[in-house]
């Protein structure tokens, strides 16, 4: 199986550090054969609204340009893919698809943040400790899996994140994601910095092993991220771990993705 990684954050997202030169050569010294970049997509806000948390609309073409350069520097050494790390914002999917293809990206993750429009205070690693949130939670991930847009599902299990205790409206969430997965051909990621951050706490946060039991009993495949949000995280060497644990869960690890999935029909829906 190659090492590969197609969720990369960079500096311009407002919290993670380093160039994008730096993640690259990181992830060439740890052996990576494929690095996609997938730092949070910016958006066309209806109501002008700044956020803090990832590049403006027009910083992704310092994005691109920076990427186009790298990938042609490194072409002997790595495989560079562009991508973004997307949230699945009913009322802007129209103006985002568009943006993908006019840009010509090569992939977009779904990573499921915010509830509805993003503002600080709904964030669903923390809100989902309430039990509608966990519903909205898990509706929005199965909507987004629906459009066929994103090659897999960041962080599935973001919810725990919320440190409620896994109950019945915990597995109720899990078989849904789980079986919305199998059902749309979605895979879902095994997340490295949530494995960083449950060390940090002491805590397992996300990956959270109830839910990839659930996944593996699913037959659900599952893909590494390393969410890097510093050129070091991929240093870290937890990737023979994730592997493990997945498969001790008896989830398939896949290492490649499907790429531009939003030019595919839609035969199977
Ligand atoms: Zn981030
Ligand atoms: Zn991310």
Not at 71 to 87: F, N
């Amino acid at each position: 199986m190659k090492k590969v990684n197609f969720h990369t954050h960079t500096s311009l997202c407002n919290h993670a550090s380093g160039t994008m030169e730096e993640y690259v050569i990181h992830a060439i010294k740890q052996g990576y054969k494929v690095l996609g970049f997938s730092d949070h997509s910016p958006w066309k806000f209806e109501d002008h609204y700044v956020s803090p948390i990832r590049m403006k609309l027009y910083e992704f073409e310092k994005y691109k340009k920076e990427f186009i350069r790298l990938k042609e520097k490194y072409k002997e050494e790595i495989v560079l893919k562009l991508g973004l790390e997307v949230e699945y914002f009913p009322s802007l999917m129209d103006w985002l698809k568009q943006f993908v293809v006019e840009e010509d990206l090569d992939y977009i993750i779904f990573g499921n943040h915010y509830h509805q429009i993003e503002t600080r205070s709904t964030y669903y690693g923390s809100i989902t400790k309430d039990d509608e949130m966990l519903k909205a939670y898990t509706l929005s991930c199965i909507e987004g899996m629906k459009t066929n847009l994103y090659s897999y599902l960041a962080h599935p299990d973001l919810f725990m994140r919320s440190h409620r205790p896994f109950d019945d409206l915990c597995y109720w969430a899990s078989e849904e994601i789980a079986q919305a997965s199998v059902k749309y051909n979605i895979p879902l990621e095994y997340n490295l910095e949530g494995l960083h951050y449950s060390k940090i706490a002491s805590r397992q946060e996300y990956p959270y092993d109830s839910f990839w039991k659930i996944a593996g009993r699913y037959k659900c495949k599952a893909i590494i991220g390393v969410d890097a949000h510093c050129p070091e995280a991929f240093d870290r060497g937890y990737y023979e771990q994730a592997y493990q644990d997945l498969s001790s869960y008896g989830v398939e690890v896949i290492d490649d993705i499907e790429y531009r999935k939003w030019e595919q029909k839609y035969e199977n829906r």
